[in-house]
Each structure stands twice: as structure tokens, then as C-alpha cells.
């Protein structure tokens, strides 16, 4: 999962940064779930198969205002509860999480009170 989270998260910064219209990323379970979430929550215009292994990604430029950092690694996982996750979002920052529900926004798991394994930071663009 974290040779597809660091795959994505860069594809993603760098067409955020660069203000690309679409970017490709390979097709697995952990994309897609991050596909679902960001389309949901208004991030993406949209997303479709390019072929078998690859989906084209068109993001929604004027809505995202951060970066993906992962948090997460190979070596090690960063696992925190719900009161940690309320903790973080009452400092203003905002985690991606893997939960059991599965992955999820931090405001979201807070209010769900759910704790799990944080994946990506959302780090604002500077």
C-alpha cells in the first residue's frame, strides 16, 4: 500500500503544483478507495479507466488548496486514536486516515470516532 500511496501522492502534487488537467496513476485498491474519497468530497471533476492498469484523474484545480504528504512509510506506521485524531483537528490540521470504515478524512473519523492509521498529511500549498 505505500509504494501506491507515495505513487499517488506525488502524480498528485505535481499536478496540483503544476496546474495539470489530468495526471494517470495506476489502478489498484488503494487508488481507487482515494479516487472515491477525493471525488466525493468535491476534489476531483473526475476520474475513468484508461485502459486495464491506468486511470486518468482530472482534479478539480480551484477546490484543492494542499499537498499530500505521507506520513506513513514502509518502516513504520502511524497509528492514533479518535481522541489523538480530535486533538489534530482542533490544532487545524488535517490527516487522510485509514480507518476501519475505511479511508477517510480526519473532521470525518473525529466525528465518527474512529481512530486508525494516518496516511497522508494534507499540507496547505505555499
Request: charged letters at 15%; hydrophobic letters at 45%.
Amino acid at each position: 500500500m505505500v509504494s501506491s500511496a507515495s505513487n499517488f501522492a506525488s502524480k498528485f502534487n505535481q499536478a496540483i503544483i503544476s496546474r495539470k488537467k489530468s495526471f494517470v496513476i495506476p489502478v489498484s485498491s488503494f487508488s481507487t478507495a482515494l479516487l472515491k474519497l477525493l471525488y466525493r468530497s468535491g476534489y476531483l471533476f473526475s476520474y475513468r479507466f484508461l485502459d486495464n492498469q491506468t486511470y486518468l484523474v482530472f482534479p478539480n484545480l480551484r477546490s484543492v488548496s494542499f499537498k499530500l504528504k505521507i506520513i506513513s512509510g514502509d518502516s513504520q506506521t502511524r497509528q492514533v486514536s479518535a481522541r489523538r485524531l480530535r486533538f489534530f483537528s482542533n490544532s487545524g490540521i488535517s490527516f487522510i486516515a485509514n480507518t476501519f470504515a475505511g479511508l477517510t478524512f480526519s473532521d470525518i473519523a473525529v466525528m465518527s470516532k474512529l481512530g486508525g492509521e494516518i496516511i497522508f498529511k494534507l499540507e496547505p500549498i505555499k
